[in-house]
């Protein structure tokens, strides 16, 4: 598979906009894919926010397997995070409780000296973890764009909430990425533009990993009995779907994309494409 990079000009923007905005903030919130945590912690976002309290918010935890126990492990690092679903409106007591749970002492000392403040928290990630949805559940009200696709946001957005304030910023990369294995599992969730992928060489990639960790998973969704090599795999999946091109060949550009979106809209069940020692390893 092709080497994946993938960090364009207003990037480059945002991160030095991330890095003036950050002394006017108290704190930062950056939501993680709770389907690969570790893939999708940006260091670079951390580095910014150095010294400053950072609540870890995985996404998305109605489509991972491990949500829960990705939590754990951040917080026996010494780190704050929760898992939810942004979509789910449940979870918006829960989120905001956490976000001044990082902020509690700095708020019990601005009340022992007699006066009240707003804390602001600016909001990370990598594209496509659902920022903007965090923020909107946390105001109650669509208060952000937001979209299924990487680079939605590309400005900064402050939204004044009750008791907080938050910025809305651009999803942003590592400039580089030195694990491909990383990069790899970012593509399948769609945090980096699908425009420069190569999606014959990512759906046969994505097999392979399906094929190691949910073998059962694939022979459910398509009906696949042989699952000793990817190509195989996909040549099955064209055949149960009916994916055949005019004069007998198949469409295996559909069969891919529809591979990925199987993941990407949790039709393959919940999965977690980081491994535990990639969770365990990573320095929230």
């Known amino acids: ?4 990079q993938w960090f364009p000009g207003h990037m480059t923007r945002a991160m030095r906009m991330m890095g003036e905005s950050a002394a006017l903030c108290d704190g930062a919130v950056m939501v993680l894919d709770a389907r690969c945590p570790a893939s999708s912690f940006n260091v670079k976002l951390k580095k910014v926010f150095a010294g400053k ?3 870890y918010v995985l996404n998305k935890s109605d489509l991972a397997e491990n949500a829960a126990e990705w939590v754990k492990a951040i917080r026996a ?5 929760v898992a939810l679903n ?3 409106s449940g979870c918006r007591r829960e989120l905001f409780a956490a976000c001044g749970e990082i902020v509690r002492d700095k708020r019990e000392r601005a009340i022992a000296k007699g006066y009240e403040r ?7 990630g990598v594209p496509n973890t659902g920022k903007s949805t965090v923020i909107n559940l946390l105001s109650g009200a669509k208060r952000t764009v937001t979209g299924n696709k990487a680079g939605v946001t590309r400005g900064k957005q402050w939204i004044r909430l009750e008791g907080f304030e938050l910025l809305d910023t651009p999803g942003t990369m590592p400039p580089a990425f030195e694990n491909q294995t990383f990069a790899r599992r970012l593509a399948y969730v769609g945090s980096i533009n699908d425009d420069i992928l190569d999606f014959d060489d ?3 990639a994505l ?3 399906m094929a190691q960790k949910y073998p059962d998973r694939l022979k459910a969704r398509y009906g696949i009995a042989d699952l000793s090599s990817p190509p195989a795999m996909l040549e099955g999946i064209c055949v149960r779907r009916g994916l055949v ?4 060949g198949y469409d295996y550009e559909r069969a891919c994309r529809a591979v990925i979106d199987d993941l990407r809209k949790g039709r393959l069940g919940r999965v977690d494409l980081d491994d535990r020692e990639d969770v365990l390893n990573t320095d929230f």
């Open 77 to 81: 690092k010494g780190g704050a995070a």
């Open 1 to 4: 598979m092709r080497t994946i």
């Open 118 to 124: 707003v804390f602001r928290f600016m909001v990370l």
């Open 245 to 248: 091109l005019r004069g007998g």
């Open 202 to 204: 990512l759906a046969l």
């Open 53 to 55: 309290p950072v609540l």
């Open 207 to 209: 097999l392979a990993d």
């Open 86 to 88: 942004a979509t789910a």
